[in-house]
């Protein structure tokens, strides 16, 4: 065989395996995929709130945190520093109040992502624990909520080589936690290299005061996580394989996988229902529409709910979904006393009657 049709040949089988690599991209970013709108009745956006509400999560009494004003490449943003919220989803006129920082705490480079609530069973006390980003690094955050002066108590930094590039939490003891690194990398090209080239680095890990490790990888881009009523499961939204994994805790805080269930979307952060264990996710419809935002032809929300998911057949049902004119970039998605919360990751934070 001459030297060109050699050279033509390698250029053909290059061409077919980009093309390859270029298909299966577009399938895993969903990036063709629309889809009409479903909406709840008596939808109403929740005052102060036009920055973001990236993720939200509720205590028993009705009481909702929100973390609002997350800075991120690419995404809108305000100027101002990040907040926490908390909502009386019992008072009908859904009023958020700010709650006012510690003045130990940096509050200038406060970028809050993910957050999780502890509530110690000794003394009642209720624990915020809050992914941060100063300056896009990544630390997290412990509170002690005091909710006769609308207020939180900065307890402690936690930083680690193993928590490089955490997305979100869930609060398994005053200063234990499982969290989810999103990124391998924490270069901002290597880490755009990864998503791109949907390499499965991505973990889960296990932190507490006297020991640190990894308890669970193998994902593409792990988001949001969070635990079954009972504290047997975790839940891992394996957001670019549109699926949610169910995995089982050990006495040593390992995990075993159990299963995955598909979605079909792009999930993000997952709540539980703590009466009937439903997992409550907000999706992102088409990667592409979040990541190379348009405000002309926005990303919109989705809103999954998974029943029965330890069963041999979960029922996965779509409940909400806007094409972003509504309502864009939905991540995450609670219910309490037959409403539905949903927040976004740049825009605003929805409430809506179920029935």
């Known amino acids: 065989m001459g030297k060109f049709a050699i050279i033509s040949v390698a250029i053909a089988a290059l061409s077919v395996l980009l093309g390859e690599r270029v298909l299966n991209i577009s ?57 926490i919220y908390t909502l009386d989803l019992k008072d009908p006129n859904l009023k958020p109040v700010e709650l006012r920082m510690p003045r130990n705490f940096d509050l200038e480079s406060f970028n809050p992502h993910g957050i999780s609530v502890y ?31 609308s207020s939180l108590d900065h307890i402690k930094t936690i930083k680690h080589e193993l928590l490089n590039s955490v997305n979100d939490i869930v609060a398994v003891g005053v200063e234990s936690f499982y969290a989810t690194n999103d990124h391998y990398f924490n270069n901002e090209l290597l880490k755009t290299l990864e998503v791109i080239l949907l390499m499965p680095w991505t973990n889960v890990v296990y932190y507490s005061p006297k020991e640190v490790k990894v308890v669970s990888d193998g994902y593409h881009f ?8 009972d504290q047997r499961y975790i839940y891992v939204a394996n957001i670019l394989n549109h699926s949610v994994n169910v995995l089982e805790k050990k006495k040593d805080n390992t995990l075993t996988p159990i299963k995955s269930v598909p979605l079909g979307s792009l999930c993000d952060n997952v709540e539980v229902d703590p009466e009937t264990g439903d997992l409550w996710l907000g999706c ?50 609670t219910v309490y006393g037959g409403k539905l919360l949903i927040g976004t990751v740049f825009h605003k934070a929805l409430c809506c009657d179920l029935k």
Do not use: W
């Open 284 to 333: 992102h419809i088409n990667a592409k529409k979040l990541f190379l935002f348009d405000p002309k032809d926005p990303p919109g929300s989705e809103v999954i709910r998974i029943q029965n998911i330890l069963s041999d057949e979960p029922v996965v049902t779509q409940v909400y979904t806007d094409d972003g004119n509504v309502l864009m970039g939905s991540s995450v998605a």
């Open 119 to 149: 509530t110690d069973p000794s003394d009642g006390s209720v624990y915020l624990f809050v992914v941060n980003h100063p300056q896009f690094g990544s630390q997290i955050e412990i509170f002690k909520y005091v909710a006769d002066g």
């Open 27 to 83: 399938k895993r970013h969903l990036i063709f995929r629309e889809i009409g709108n479903k909406h709840l009745p008596n939808c109403v956006a929740l005052r102060k709130i036009e920055h973001g509400s990236e993720d939200i999560t509720i205590v028993g009494d009705g009481l909702a945190f929100i973390s609002g004003g997350l800075k991120f490449p690419g995404f809108p943003s305000s100027d101002e520093p990040g907040k």
């Open 222 to 229: 792990a988001n949001g996580i969070n635990m079954s009523p």
